[in-house]
């Protein structure tokens, strides 16, 4: 049963456009949201993290999202960098010991 | 500043061989945590821990052993290793104090054949 769901494996667009990147998840005990970004043969990096008391958290190019009553969060880019291609991961916070529930990750890439 | 360093890279294994996963962190972070990554999927919670000498099971704890003698390190053991735990583990930590994010090594990638 996951928990933490990111329906698209894939996504493309070009330079200078908005990436969106969708998140769902169903336990209500998550209490902060993170973005990971990952490229290949490394670990993955923090990139942007948002607190379920909150619906927005804007970092520079990127926007996390909050849904609370959807269950949803979502990670827009603007504009979309060529070096943004990587897969994305979201994650839920849970537990004292913070423990993370990862989605499967979306693959973006951006295209000059 | 290494972070989190993973130990090692790469190895490939027999099946019922055994070996240790090191991890290690240069940030005074209390809490770590041990993922496996496999492909199509989002990294899991083997186990973790939450300070030196204590640790707890993850989502996917069986057929895995995990020590944290020191703060610094935390070590994954796999005791007598089967096909089915090929796949790519990385180490994480955190600092336990208000919403903290997670710190990841690179990674190990393991292969038991």
């Known amino acids: 049963d996951q928990q933490v769901k990111q329906n698209s494996p894939s996504l493309s667009v070009q330079e200078g456009r908005i990436s969106i990147l969708n998140c769902d998840y169903t336990?209500?005990?998550?209490?902060?949201f993170l973005w990971y970004k990952k490229y290949p043969a490394e670990g993955p990096t923090f990139l942007i993290s948002?607190?379920?008391?909150?619906d927005k958290n804007e970092d520079g190019r990127f926007t996390v999202f909050l849904n609370k009553s959807a269950k949803h969060l979502s990670l827009h880019i603007v504009p979309s960098q060529p070096g943004d291609s990587a897969v994305y991961f979201c994650?839920?916070?849970?537990?004292?010991?913070?423990?993370?529930?990862f989605g499967s990750g979306t693959q973006l890439t951006v295209l000059p | 500043n290494a972070g989190v360093t993973q130990t090692p890279k790469f190895r490939v294994l027999k099946t019922g061989q055994s070996m240790t996963l090191l991890c290690a962190q240069d940030?005074?972070?209390?809490?770590m945590y041990w993922y496996r990554q496999d492909p199509g999927m989002g990294l899991r919670l083997i186990h973790y821990?939450?300070?030196?000498?204590?640790?707890a099971k993850g989502e996917v704890p069986d057929g895995y052993n995990v020590s944290r003698l020191k703060k610094q390190n935390f070590l994954l053991g796999l005791e007598s290793a089967a096909p089915s735990q090929t796949s790519v583990y990385f180490c994480?930590?955190?600092?336990?104090?208000?919403?903290?994010?997670?710190?990841f090594g690179d990674g190990t990638r393991l292969s038991i054949l």
């Open positions: 994480a930590s955190t600092h336990p104090r208000g919403n903290q994010p997670q710190h």
């Open positions: 336990n209500s005990m998550f209490d902060y």
């Open positions: 948002i607190s379920s008391i909150k």
């Open positions: 994650a839920a916070s849970w537990g004292s010991a913070r423990q993370l529930t």
């Open positions: 940030m005074n972070h209390e809490y």
């Open positions: 821990s939450v300070g030196e000498g204590t640790t």
